[in-house]
């Protein structure tokens, strides 16, 4: 095994740095914020408002539920956990990607 590792050792390193950058880029992307749902929500908001102004009556919005302090707990450690798992995933593939380049000289006698 020790072999294997020795004689394959640049090509893992790299596909390993390779993996590691495509998972934090990603992980990155996936988990930013979609701004633009929330801009069509605002909009679908304002022409209902304005429909219910001409129409003279209030305008019937749906609430959502208000979430419990668990839930949302919950959603902010795993909005954390993603930021720490993309952040940790690029800083590995940056360095096993430079590990994989640094030239060694085999000259040891």
Given at each position: ?109
């Amino acid at each position: 095994m020790k072999e294997i590792f020795q004689k394959y050792k640049l090509l893992i390193f790299r596909s390993l740095g390779a993996l590691m950058l495509i998972v934090g880029v990603v992980a990155f992307f996936w988990s930013a914020p979609k701004e633009g749902i929330s801009e069509n929500e605002i909009a679908a908001a304002n022409v209902a408002r304005m429909e219910a102004s001409v129409r003279g009556g209030t305008s019937t919005t749906k609430k959502e539920p208000s979430a419990s302090k668990f839930v949302e707990e919950l959603k902010n450690a795993q909005e954390a956990q993603i930021q720490y798992f993309t952040i940790l995933s690029m800083i590995f593939g940056a360095l096993f990607l430079g590990y994989s380049f640094l030239s060694k000289n085999d000259s040891e006698i």
